[in-house]
T-cell receptor
Framework: KAGVTQTPRYLIKTRGQQVTLSCSPI?????VSWYQQTPGQGLQFLFE???????NKGNFPGRFSGRQFSNSRSEMNVSTLELGDSALYLC??????????FGPGTRLTVL | GENVEQHPSTLSVQEGDSAVIKCTYS??????FPWYKQELGKRPQLIID?????GEKKDQRIAVTLNKTAKHFSLHITETQPEDSAVYFC?????????????FGAGTRLAVHP
């Protein structure tokens, strides 16, 4: 099976802009979770989608949002970007609630 | 709230030695404990996991132990090799009723010197 894929792999934006990241899960996986990885805060859970519904949510401001499509592909959006949003954004897919497989990540730099 | 503490933050060993990384979780409802290895510039990869109905699990040179009473779990790597050098993350979650949110420890940077 093909692994989890994420696009784009790298992104440079300026403060105030918005950004959309995409994640394609492993075929058959209906759960997609998003994590933010930074040197200072480590790996932090953003949210999880299952069958097009947000099932779990982390402690991030409302500027961070997401959605899932009927084919299980997921997107996350960050509006009004801040310098502190610079991070590696990882998505992970799983079959129901089980081991999570990570994608390669999208490296977002906010200038 | 939910929290996972991981120690040490850095670990340096000689090739062939053993390495132990320890984690403590706060949510007593947690029942699934995976360990991920992340090499520089790469994605986290699951290396071993354990569920709360098991006290120990082993896979070749890697083992994980769980003490539910103390809310501790540990990763043991024996006969370390240079390719074991990476950052290791422990995580905890409660898998039930659609809950699927991994809480990660801060990570341990393991360096194995030849």
């Amino acid at each position: 099976k093909a692994g989890v894929t994420q696009t784009p792999r790298y992104l440079i934006k300026t403060r105030g802009q918005q950004v959309t990241l995409s994640c394609s899960p492993i075929s058959g996986h209906r759960s997609v979770s998003w994590y933010q990885q930074t040197p200072g805060q480590g790996l932090q859970f953003l949210f999880e989608y299952f069958s097009e519904t947000q099932r779990n949510k982390g402690n991030f401001p409302g500027r961070f949002s997401g959605r899932q499509f009927s084919n299980s592909r997921s997107e996350m959006n960050v509006s009004t970007l801040e310098l502190g949003d610079s991070a590696l954004y990882l998505c992970a897919s799983s079959f129901e609630a089980s081991e999570q497989f990570f994608g390669p990540g999208t490296r977002l730099t906010v200038l | 709230g939910e929290n996972v503490e991981q120690h040490p933050s850095t670990l340096s060993v000689q090739e062939g030695d053993s390495a132990v990384i320890k984690c403590t979780y706060s949510d007593s409802a947690s029942n699934y404990f995976p360990w991920y290895k992340q090499e520089l510039g790469k994605r986290p990869q699951l290396i071993i996991d354990i569920r709360s109905n098991v006290g120990e699990k082993k896979d070749q040179r890697i083992a994980v132990t769980l003490n539910k009473t103390a809310k501790h779990f540990s990763l043991h790597i024996t006969e370390t090799q240079p390719e074991d050098s990476a950052v290791y993350f422990c995580a905890a979650t409660k898998i039930s009723g659609g809950y699927n949110k991994l809480i990660f420890g801060a990570g341990t940077r393991l360096a194995v010197h030849p």
